[in-house]
Structures are given as C-alpha cells and as structure tokens.
C-alpha cells in the first residue's frame, strides 16, 4: 500500500532530475567529443634523455638547418611535436602559425632562455624581461632606432658610421657615445669575450669562456655606470651623447636599467649584423651576375656623389643592394629559429597545445620553402624586385618573410641593420676585388658562420675612381 502511494509520487518528482541528468550527461559527452578532436600536434617517437637533440644538432650545424623540420614536416605535417632540450615542444613551419606565435607574446607564449643567459646579458634587459618592463624598454628601443631618427639623432651619424665600419666598434660609439680608438677597441675586445660566454657552456668557473665572459660583463657594466657618472655631470648639446645620453637624461631610467640596456642592445646588434655582413659577400662570391650589377649600382652612386661619405638620399638609390641584402635575410637569417614557452592551454585550429610546451616557429623552414619561393634554395636576389612579391616581402607584415621576428619582441634595429649592411656593401664593391680561397660552407651551430672563417685574397679595385 504504502508503495503504490510513493511511487506515482517519486516518479513525477525523479523527472526533473531525469531531464537534468540526461542533458548534463549529453553536455559531458560533447566536451568529451570536443576535447578528443582538439588534440596535441603529431610526432614521432624519441629517444629517451636526448629526445631529437642529436638531429636536430646535425639539423642547425648543417647549411640547410631545417633539414630536421622538413623530414617530420613530411610526416606529421607543418606543426609537429618532438622533444627538444630535454622538453616537449611544437615546432612550427606554418607561416600563418608562426605569425600566431609572435603576434601573441605575452597573451598566450612568452619568449624564454635559461638563467645562465639571463644571469649575462643582465635580468633587467628587454631581451629576457616580460610584460610592462619588456614593453616599455622596446618601446625607447624602437624609438631610438626609428628611421627618421636615425638622421636626426647626430648630425654626423651617417658619417661616422662609416667611418667606424666594424659592427662593434660602430655599436659602441653610437651607443655610448665612446669615440677614441683606444676606448672603443676596449670595448670591442671586452664585447667579444662577452659574446663567446653567451653563446658557450655555461661553466663558470676559471679558464671556462662563461667564466671570461661573466669577468667581460662585470668591467662593461663597470664602464657603463661610470659613463653614465660623466654624463649625468655634462651637459652636452642635443644628440652629441649617443644613446647613453639620452637614456640618462630623457628616460629616467635606474643605473641598473641603463647598463642592461645597452649591453642588450650591443649583443642583439652586433653579431647579427656583422655576420649577415659576411653571408651577403659569400653569396655575392657565389653569384657572379648579382655581384656585377651591385657593383654597377654602387659605382654609380658613387660617380654621381663624388665623396666617400654617402647620404639618405643615397641608400634610397640602391635598389638592387637592397634586394641583395633581403635575399642573404632570407636564405642566411640569423634567427633561424625562435623560442617560445606556451604561457596556458593554446587550442589552434583543431589542435591544442598544453601550458609549458616550447612553442618553436622555424622561421627558416618558410624562407627555404620551395611552395613559398620557387627555387628556393638559390641566392637569386631578383625574386624580390618582382612586384607580385612586394607584400611576401615586407617583413613587417608577412607571415613568409620574417627575419626580424614580428609582433611585440620584433627587431627595433631592423632598419639600421640594413642601412649599415647596405653601406658596408657600398664601401666594399667600390673599393675592393677578392677571390675566395678556400671553399666554405654556412653553419648555424653554437652561432652563424662560415665554417671556414671566408678565407679571400683582397685587391684594390682597378677602377676606383679616386676623389
Ligand atoms: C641583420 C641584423 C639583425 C637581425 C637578423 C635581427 C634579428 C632579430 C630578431 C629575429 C629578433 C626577435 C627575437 C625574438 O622574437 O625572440 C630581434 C630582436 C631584437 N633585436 Fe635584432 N636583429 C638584427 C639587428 C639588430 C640591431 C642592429 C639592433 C640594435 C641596435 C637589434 C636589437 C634588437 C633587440 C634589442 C631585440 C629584442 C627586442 C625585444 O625582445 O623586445 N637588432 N632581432
């Protein structure tokens, strides 16, 4: 009796929580359908502790660095997952993916090396800090190196730069505003040994290159703050301080700040351009008739100026140069390579990628890809006076043309690079004839080189016109 009373009961009571029930259980199965379709990029097994260090090693130190993305690109496809550096990570050589990536540091990657790194190029530098800092740095740094400013800065910058042609020495002198050749070649030695350590085991103790290098960064430092003394002290006229001058009077920035700063904006600039400096005369060896025609091109604006020191107006003349200097970006770029840290759970189209994953766009990998660029491994520097590549080009904007990175960490000496690269070329075709002497070959392992150091014999070039 009492159960006939309590079922009818309990059954119109259980409906409502039949319903919920059911539609909760349906909700779980859509996740759950939604969460198996989205799913962690494809890859390939590895060994256990080097994971595919070693391939990648042969990869990078090779002349063709992404020989190890294109064969698991063959496998898995254009964003794949291996293990690099003893951790999971998803290299990329999608442009739009890349594209992804350096659009949203800080949101969803941020860019990250290890503390031996850190600990040398200086934890306040906008190379390794994050958020507010990274951007207010970057922001002085863009400003800095804007175009227009790079004339307006110091009168006699154009002038001087090509008077202190050596990357280093040109850093230096424009960026502490140093310009004895005694004071600058103590610098220039300090830098390099400073550089060696950053790019070395990071062993610091006696005799190691970390060690020399930590020694190099502490009397740089030293340097620096005492310039910032004397500068703080002198009032000199507008733009006659470099750019310590006018961190210290315009930014306001803490000593500390000031030093990092500038040792940052010493290593990101000098070995970068100095050796796409170098790439750019090894291809021109290498391509006789794009060689001729700089020197064509050169020779003629040196004609029509009649001097040594070349103008603004000059660097806008030299179109083929440029396209020389865009092509040695994009076959030998020395950023091969970026590294990122997924900051959160990332979902990609449909496939996700878990918070601490390195995020590795190859930016190589789109440079030398023959669906992008047509013969992609020749040095062929007419590609880029094709006007149907005039967007591909612009690295800016393009996913396919990245050799100064992009989004909130892209390059702020990008165009000083290549004014510096563009006057270097002018002085050496104009002046200079070589033969190459050894044969050579690029490598991008510890750091980009020409395996062989570019042994050539110099002559002077016969038909100097002479001032
Ligand atoms: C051909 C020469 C150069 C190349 C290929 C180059 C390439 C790059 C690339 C790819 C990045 C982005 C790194 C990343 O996203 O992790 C970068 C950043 C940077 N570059 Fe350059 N660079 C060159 C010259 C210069 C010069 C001349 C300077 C300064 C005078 C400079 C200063 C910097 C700085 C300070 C950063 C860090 C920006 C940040 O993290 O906010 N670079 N460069």
């Known amino acids: 009796m009492e159960e006939s009373w309590a079922s009818p009961l309990t059954s119109v009571a259980a409906l409502p929580l039949l319903f919920i029930f059911m539609w909760i259980c349906k909700r779980n199965h859509q996740r759950k359908i939604r969460e198996t379709s989205k799913k962690l990029p494809p890859g390939g097994r590895s ?32 964003i794949f997952r291996c293990n690099l550096f003893g951790k999971q990570a998803v290299v990329s050589a999608d442009p739009s993916f890349n594209r992804f990536i350096i659009q949203h540091e800080e949101k969803l990657f941020q860019s990250c090396y290890p ?8 934890r306040n530098g906008v190379i390794v800090v994050h958020g507010e800092q990274q951007r207010k740095l970057h922001g002085i740094a863009m400003d800095m190196m804007r175009a227009e400013k790079l004339n307006l800065m110091n009168s006699h910058f154009l002038a001087d730069m090509q008077m202190v042609m050596v990357a280093i020495n040109l850093m230096v002198n424009q960026l502490l505003g140093v310009s004895t050749e005694s004071e600058i070649g103590e610098m220039a030695r300090l830098f390099s040994d400073f550089v060696d350590g950053c790019l ?16 190099a960064r502490k009397t740089i430092t030293r340097k620096i703050k005492k310039m910032i003394e004397i500068t703080r002290e002198q009032t000199r006229s507008a733009g006659e301080n470099g750019v310590l001058g006018r961190l210290v009077e315009e930014e306001n920035l803490p000593d500390d700040v000031v030093s990092d700063f500038i040792i940052n904006l010493l290593f990101a600039g000098n070995e970068t351009t100095a050796k796409t400096m170098l790439f750019a005369l090894y291809f021109l060896t290498h391509c006789p008739d794009a060689l001729e025609q700089v020197q064509d091109e050169q020779m ?11 103008s603004r107006e000059d660097y806008e003349a030299m179109p083929f140069t440029l396209c020389v200097i865009d ?21 990609y189209q449909d496939l996700s990628i878990p918070k601490g994953f390195f995020v590795v766009p190859f930016l190589s990998a789109v440079h ?33 043309y990245t050799p100064f990175g992009g989004g909130a960490r892209c390059c702020p000496g990008a165009e000083l690079a290549r004014l510096q690269i563009a006057f270097f ?43």
């Open 300 to 310: 003629g604006i040196k004609r029509r100026r009649g001097s040594d020191v070349l």
């Open 115 to 122: 503390k031996s790194f850190r600990d040398l190029v200086g």
């Open 200 to 215: 070395s085991v990071p062993i610091n103790l006696p005799g190691f290159t970390y060690c020399t290098a930590m020694r």
């Open 368 to 400: 030398r890809d023959e669906s992008i660029y047509p013969e992609a491994l020749s040095f062929y520097p007419w590609r880029w006076m094709d006007q149907e590549n005039k967007d591909k080009r612009n690295w800016r904007t393009s996913p396919f």
């Open 327 to 347: 092509e040695t970006l994009r076959l030998g770029g020395i950023a091969i390579w970026l590294l990122r840290e997924a900051k959160v759970d990332i979902e």
């Open 425 to 467: 070329l002018h002085h050496i075709v104009t002046k200079l004839r070589w033969v190459q002497v050894k044969e050579d070959r690029m490598s991008f392992f510890p750091s980009a080189r020409l395996v062989n150091g570019f042994q050539i014999r110099i002559t002077k070039n016969p038909d100097e016109v002479v001032d």
């Open 47 to 78: 060994w256990p502790l080097i994971g595919h260090g070693l391939k990648w090693y042969m990869a990078v130190a090779s002349s063709h660095p992404p020989k190890f993305v294109e064969d698991q690109v063959r496998r898995y496809g254009r």
